[in-house]
T-cell receptor
Framework: ETGVTQSPTHLIKTRGQQVTLRCSSQ?????VSWYQQALGQGPQFIFQYYREEENGRGNFPPRFSGLQFPNYSSELNVNALELDDSALYLC????????????FGPGTRLTVL | QKEVEQDPGPLSVPEGAIVSLNCTYS??????FMWYRQYSRKGPELLMY????GNKEDGRFTAQVDKSSKYISLFIRDSQPSDSATYLC????????????FGAGTTVTVRA
């Protein structure tokens, strides 16, 4: 069984730039959620994708957007980067029938300078 | 007030001790309760998953949920240095918002 994978591992961007983060879900999982984890904090829900559509969203501005592809992989796009966007971005996959049981990838650490 | 409160610690215990972790919450709609373990610079790993009130045991780990008090606990018996990590509680409702609401995490160090 293949776990959740994310790329890249680390990323450094400057304020105002755009970034795309990628996630491959665990084998057999059809739902992908994205979370932002600031240093010393718990993960904060950004949004979830199911059947290639956004299925729920947390308190994040529209410059955070995403995609899900037919193979259930997903992208997180962030436009107009701000310094506060520096965080660990986590992808989690689950089955739609048990969406609470989410399995996380290793994360992408984004630094915005 | 945060929806989920968790004491960040840090917590330091000798090897073999029982580690006791807990979270409180304010949203009475939470029905699913999870505990994740997160090693430094890694993603969270699902440890325990429970529905509604009661106890659940898995090896050295025991999860307890008291919905009347809005209080959940995780106990780790016979703790090992490899248990040193940050432990995150997470919760969700039965509604269609699908999100997990996390505590801030408690950092645990088990001393050899």
């Amino acid at each position: 069984e293949t776990g959740v994978t994310q790329s890249p591992t680390h990323l450094i961007k400057t304020r105002g730039q755009q970034v795309t983060l990628r996630c491959s879900s665990q084998s057999g999982h059809n739902t992908v959620s994205w979370y932002q984890q600031a240093l010393g904090q718990g993960p904060q829900f950004i949004f979830q994708y199911y059947r290639e559509e956004e299925n729920g969203r947390g308190n994040f501005p529209p410059r955070f957007s995403g995609l899900q592809f037919p193979n259930y992989s997903s992208e997180l796009n962030v436009n107009a980067l701000e310094l506060d966007d520096s965080a660990l971005y986590l992808c989690a996959s689950s089955l739609a029938s048990s969406y609470n049981e989410q399995f996380f990838g290793p994360g992408t650490r984004l630094t915005v300078l | 007030q945060k929806e989920v409160e968790q004491d960040p610690g840090p917590l330091s215990v000798p090897e073999g001790a029982i580690v006791s972790l807990n979270c409180t919450y304010s949203n009475s709609a939470f029905q699913y309760f999870m505990w994740y373990r997160q090693y430094s610079r890694k993603g969270p790993e699902l440890l325990m998953y429970t529905y509604s009130s009661g106890n659940k045991e898995d090896g050295r780990f025991t999860a307890q949920v008291d919905k009347s008090s809005k209080y959940i606990s995780l106990f780790i018996r016979d703790s090992q240095p490899s248990d040193s990590a940050t432990y995150l509680c997470a919760m969700s409702t039965l509604s269609n918002d699908y999100k997990l609401s996390f505590g801030a995490g408690t950092t645990v160090t088990v001393r050899a």
